[in-house]
């Protein structure tokens, strides 16, 4: 049969070390962790707040396209005639509200 090993004082006082190393060690990943969990939620909510601005960039470019397309036809030409110059076509009547005083 063999002998029970003996427990010295060292071999206790190590086994504290190890164990007071581990609780560290453990305390230290914990932190890290919440703190990448912390930082992953921000940058979440900031990937969402640049998306939306990324689709609210391509629908604003989108009403620039079709504006510009406008610009291009006589319709626009026309209209910008009739408001800033007032002209008119030939067969066109156009009728005035008299300004009361």
Not at 34 to 46: F, I, Q, R, T, V
Request: proline share 1%; glycine share 0%.
């Amino acid at each position: 049969m063999s002998k029970p090993r003996r427990v010295t004082r060292q071999s206790r006082f190590n086994l504290f070390l190890i164990m007071i190393l581990m609780i560290v060690v453990m305390v230290i990943c914990t932190t890290k962790t919440a703190k990448l969990y912390k930082e992953s939620k921000s940058l979440d909510a900031e990937q969402e707040t640049l998306v939306t601005a990324i689709a609210d960039a391509e629908a604003e470019y989108e009403e620039l396209q079709e504006r510009e397309k406008y610009m291009h036809t006589m319709k626009y030409f026309e209209d910008e005639a009739k408001d800033k110059l007032n002209m008119v076509h030939e067969d066109e009547i156009v009728m005035k509200a008299k300004e009361s005083e």
